[in-house]
């Protein structure tokens, strides 16, 4: 019995060998297989956290883990009647986020129509020199803006003979870096000068916050997908959703010019962009996803303005305006970086390319100091020759992109650009003929809205 044991295992033996072999063949044949499958499912992560619709959600699921707890923590303490019965040394800081300190004012622009009038007492050498000054702040300023903007969005750092370099490719945490200087900014001057007393609960600042986010980010992802040029006309056929965001938000009405304005506009972009020549750069090619990209940053973007204009009914000044605003831009987008461990990946990039530094400082710069510029050639001028300076800048922003990066505009693309300038000179020539003709009526005069 133990011999016919002993031969069964004889003859099993080298059956089970040759069993062992196989499956280590198959196994030696499927580690290939699981590692190519892998690499698949990274690239397809990979492609997946390149889509700028997964980054839209992404980062618009870090934004509403922030408002979520802090809209129910606002009810919470409207519901407890917290105004009356809170006490303690966290009162004056909820009372100041939930509840605000003061009425509304009945005439937002009293304060810079005061320092306006004062301005006009001064000379005219005076006057005239101080224009040259703000035009200048704000052409340099958003000249240089633009130009970086395109560098950054659209070209590689690090390139050599053999390596082709790599793309910055986070847009939020380019706005993070524009909105933690310009909170920096905003709260000195503030903290330097003479303010109003606040009155608006800062909560409300987070709408026109979170608005203002998403179209700055809008507006830095279209670079990936369409040229500057383009998006600089977009910018310019914002009047139109401003308009309905106006008649929606503010239920504001419009003199019939504006409706004339906001057609040619229309007109002339469109010639733009159904006219763009074939460039073999793939910037200067116009896609479906820079289409939407910039409906997006347009709606955001009107949002934005509706919404500030609806909050200047407190008594605030614009600097104080852009310090409760980027307040919450910095939370926002700090929040969803975090979250997502971006921050660390972006200041590696930073570390890995000083070029790439130098730039993303530059471009917060720029922005900073441009908001500030505007806000001091409103108050010493008013919008009309804002708007005017703003217009020449967008069509020195044209040219001057074509010239650096090679844009091509073709004869009627030209054309469309004309009609998009002129319908906007002739805003603001009718809207300075309006207000001449509504000082005598002081009691209807409303604010100039922004073009």
């Known amino acids: 019995m133990g011999a016919r044991g002993g031969r069964g295992a004889a003859r099993t033996g080298p059956a089970g060998s040759l069993g062992r072999r196989l499956c280590l063949a198959v196994v030696l044949t499927a580690v290939p ?38 809209f129910l923590l606002i009810q919470y303490f409207k519901r407890k009647n917290y105004l009356e019965t809170g006490r303690g040394i966290c009162f004056p800081i909820i009372k100041s ?113 979170l608005s ?46 504006e409706y004339l304005t906001a057609v040619l506009i229309s007109v002339g972009v469109s010639m733009f962009l159904l006219s763009s020549a074939p460039d073999k750069h793939l910037s200067t090619v116009t896609t479906f ?12 973007d009107s949002f934005t303005s509706n919404w500030q204009d609806a909050l200047f009914t407190y008594k605030m000044s614009p600097v104080q305006m852009m310090f409760g605003v980027n307040v919450f ?21 930073m570390a890995r390319h000083s070029e790439f530094a130098v730039h993303a400082v530059l471009l917060s710069i720029c922005s900073a100091f441009g908001q500030l510029f505007i806000f001091y050639t409103i108050n010493q001028f008013g919008a009309a020759v804002f708007t005017i300076i703003m217009t020449l800048r967008q069509a020195f922003a044209i040219l001057l992109s074509c010239l650096i990066y090679g844009h091509a505009i073709t004869v009627v693309g030209g054309l469309g650009v004309a009609v998009v300038f002129m319908a906007l000179f002739l805003r603001v020539y009718a809207r300075s003929r309006m ?17």
């Open 435 to 451: 207000k001449k003709r509504s000082k005598k009526l002081p009691a209807s005069e409303v604010p100039v809205q922004k073009v």
């Open 329 to 349: 831009s910095c939370l926002f987008t700090m929040g969803s970086l975090l979250e997502q461990g971006a921050l660390l990946e972006s200041a590696r990039f």
């Open 212 to 257: 203002n986010i998403l179209s700055s980010w809008c507006q830095y992802e279209a670079l990936k997908y369409i040229s500057f040029p383009t998006q600089v006309l977009a910018k310019a056929s914002k009047v139109i959703p401003v308009m309905l965001m106006g008649k929606l938000v503010s239920r504001k009405s419009y003199e019939y010019w």
């Open 33 to 70: 297989t699981m590692a190519a499958s892998d690499v698949v499912s990274a690239a397809l992560q990979d492609s997946w956290g390149d889509f700028w619709l997964f980054r839209f959600f992404l980062n618009a699921a870090g934004y509403a883990s922030i408002m979520v707890p802090g």
């Open 97 to 209: 986020c939930v509840f605000g300190s003061e009425a509304k004012s009945a005439h937002p622009d009293d304060v810079s129509l005061a320092a306006r009038n004062e301005t006009m007492e001064s000379s005219t050498a005076q006057q005239v020199l101080k224009l040259l000054f703000c035009a200048a702040g704000l052409q340099a300023s958003y000249l240089t803006w633009g130009v970086l903007q395109e560098r950054v969005m659209t070209r590689t750092y690090g390139a050599t003979e053999t390596n082709p370099g790599e793309k910055f490719k986070d847009s939020q945490f380019l706005v993070f870096m524009n909105r933690i200087l310009a909170f920096t900014v905003a709260g000195l001057y503030c903290a330097l000068t003479k303010q109003p007393r606040h009155g608006a609960p800062m909560y409300k600042y987070s709408f026109a916050s």
């Open 289 to 300: 996803s820079g289409v939407v990209l910039l409906a997006g940053y347009i709606v955001f």
